[in-house]
C-alpha cells in the first residue's frame, strides 16, 4: 500500500508546494495558499515520523525538504513554523542519512537566514530555532554540529541573550580537541 501511495498519489499531494517554492519565496502567499501548504507540511511530518524508508527516497529524489524550507520566508508565521516543525522532527529521528542529506545540500542557510531576517524579536519563530540548534548541542549531533560552526558561526556571533550558539561553538571546540588526542595514538600505528 506505501508503495503506491508513494508511486501514485504523492506527487498529487506536494504539488502545490513544488508549485509554490520555485523561488526563493513562495510565489504566493496569500492566507488559503498558506494553510492549505500547512496541511500538506502537517502530512509530510506524519509520514517522515512513520513512513521511514519510502518517504526517504521520496525526499531525496525531489530534493523536499530545501523546497519546504523555501516557506520559511513566508509572512504567515504558522506557515514558517510548519516548515521549522518538519526540519525539527526530521532531526529527532537523529537518522544519519538525513543529517548527511542536510549538511551536503547546506540546508541550514535558509534556517539561519530566516532567523537573522527576523532580527532580535522574541516570538515564537526565534525561540523555535533556538530550540532546534538546542536539540543539536543537547543530543550531541557531531555531524550538524560541525556543519553548523564551521559554516555559519559568525552568523551567530552577535546572538548573546541565549547562550545556545556559544555552547554549541563549545561542544564543537571539544569534539576537535578529542580528534586531536585520538589522532597521535592512531599515527603510532601508520605505516612507515
Request: charged share 20%; proline share 7%; no cysteine.
Given at each position: 500500500f506505501l508503495s503506491f501511495f508513494y508511486k501514485h498519489c504523492m506527487h498529487v499531494?506536494?504539488?502545490?508546494?513544488f508549485a509554490n517554492t520555485v523561488d526563493e519565496k513562495p510565489s504566493k502567499?496569500?492566507?488559503?495558499?498558506?494553510?492549505?501548504?500547512s496541511l500538506i507540511l502537517e502530512l509530510l511530518t506524519f509520514c517522515i515520523e512513520h513512513h521511514t524508508y519510502h518517504v526517504k527516497n521520496y525526499i531525496m529524489t525531489k530534493d523536499l525538504v530545501r523546497r519546504i524550507l523555501v516557506l520559511l520566508s513566508s509572512r504567515h508565521a504558522f506557515l514558517a513554523l510548519a516548515a521549522l516543525r518538519l526540519l525539527r522532527r526530521m532531526i529527532g529521528l537523529k537518522d544519519e542519512f538525513y543529517n548527511r542529506y542536510l549538511v551536503k545540500g547546506n540546508l541550514f542557510e535558509p534556517v539561519v537566514r530566516a532567523f537573522i531576517h527576523n532580527g532580535h524579536k522574541y516570538n515564537?519563530?526565534?525561540?523555535?530555532?533556538?530550540?532546534?540548534?538546542?536539540?543539536?548541542?543537547?543530543e550531541d549531533v557531531k555531524s550538524l554540529t560541525g556543519h553548523i560552526v564551521e559554516q555559519h558561526y559568525h552568523d551567530f556571533e552577535g546572538?548573546?541573550?541565549v547562550k545556545t550558539f556559544k555552547n554549541l561553538k563549545q561542544r564543537y571546540d571539544q569534539q576537535?580537541?578529542?580528534l586531536k588526542e585520538k589522532?597521535?595514538?592512531?599515527?603510532?600505528?601508520?605505516?612507515?
Open positions: 499531494l506536494t504539488a502545490p508546494l502567499d496569500d492566507f488559503q495558499t498558506a494553510q492549505l501548504l515564537l519563530f526565534n525561540s523555535a530555532v533556538i530550540e532546534l540548534f538546542e536539540f543539536i548541542r543537547t546572538v548573546n541573550y576537535q580537541e578529542r589522532q597521535p595514538s592512531l599515527d603510532k600505528y601508520a605505516l612507515p
